[in-house]
């Protein structure tokens, strides 16, 4: 409360100071006999000084900057596609500053040196084609450059990525990653996302977790028998706000469940093989130097952005779509951490869009290994592949559901 107090009489001081400067101004000026829209020389050859003295400390402190803060301040790039966006960048910046300093050296430097004079009148200069056409043209030609270079940079990051390339998505939700890695085969299964459940996170599309889907849908607590028991359980007295929330959920699960069966006909369980091998990653990301990767997006609930800082690479996961990017990864962690002088330094995933209220714990470290240290790490992983760790065990076929869906009774 004290603090507060004190900030407040601080604050009452300060407004009565800068109002008695102002009337102190308003005096000298009567007493100088000269009225107060009126500048003298003096005044202005002070301002004028003043300005190319602000120009001076105000380009030494953006050389300050640079120098102590490099380019960038994100050290070197970590693939070989960053490499080439470091560079852009580099262009971008070289431009812009050699155009901010040549531009603010004018604007200081003809205040200073066409102060206004007595006796000397200012020349009217209003137009001039050939100036018109420079500054027209120039930046034209400038910002086309830097877009020819930028889409041509865009198009590396985006474009077809070699046969070889390995095969990992990248699944966002609020508020972790989680990464999926093509099997033996480098072919990522199918997905949907009406097979979202428990076991099956990812929404993965087999015979086995589409038949464990509509057995959900169906068994559950919560699922269609269980709310068909209770809306004929003429024992159970029923508020009409909830009769109405059943009848409206029951709808739902049959329509559900009925597009699930229709999946499961039209499903070929030959390509079972491509989901059941592949390979759910949880924290860390697992990288292989002068590997290419080909990086799938998808997002659950909002808009995130996956951002490789130290790779240099960034795009958008949206729900309801893929989208994807490649990079190659050029030192291992290891290797990087002694460029760095940092034992501690570690790559790192992030969400470079405001997420939500936990946005900020939404990161996932990434390892990058030397080939040999990654295959036997990958050699682990096959062992506990999508099939191994989720459905070990073959799911019950279930009741067609012409037998077991029943009309939405009318209590």
Partial sequence: MENKLIILIVIILG????????????????????????????????????????MLLFFGSVIYLFVNYGWTGRGEAASIGGIETDWLLKLNLAIVTAVFFFTNFLLFYFTYKYVKKPGVAAFYYPHNNKLEMIWTVVPAVVLAVIIVLGLKTWNNLTGPSESDAIKVELFSKQFDWTARYAGKDNVLGKFDYKLTTDNNELGLVTTNTIDSSIRIMLESS????????????????????????????????????RLLSQMKQNHNKKLDATAWDDIIQKDTLYLCK????????????????????????????????TTRMKFTPIYTTEEIRKRRNDPNFQYVLMCNKICGGAHYKMKMIVVVKDKASYKKWMTLRQK?????????APVAPV?????????????
């Fill in 15 to 54: 407004a009565i100071a800068i109002a008695q400067l102002v009337r102190v101004y308003e005096l000298s000026t009567k007493l100088r006999k000269s009225a107060e829209y009126e500048v003298n020389s003096r005044d202005n050859n002070l301002n004028a000084r003043l300005m190319f003295l602000f």
């Fill in 222 to 257: 919560t699922g269609i028998r269980s709310i068909q028991k209770l809306l004929n359980n003429r024992d159970t007295v029923l508020s009409d706000s909830t009769i109405n929330v059943l009848k409206t959920d029951l709808s739902r699960k049959e329509r559900l469940v």
């Fill in 290 to 321: 002068d590997k290419e990767y080909e990086f799938n997006f998808r997002a659950k609930d909002v808009i995130h952005s996956a951002y490789f800082l130290h790779f240099r690479a960034q795009i958008n996961t949206v729900p309801g779509m």
């Fill in 384 to 392: 506990e592949t999508f099939k191994d760790k989720y459905f070990p």
């Fill in 399 to 411: 009741i067609p559901v012409a037998q077991v869906v029943t009309n939405t009774p009318m209590n």
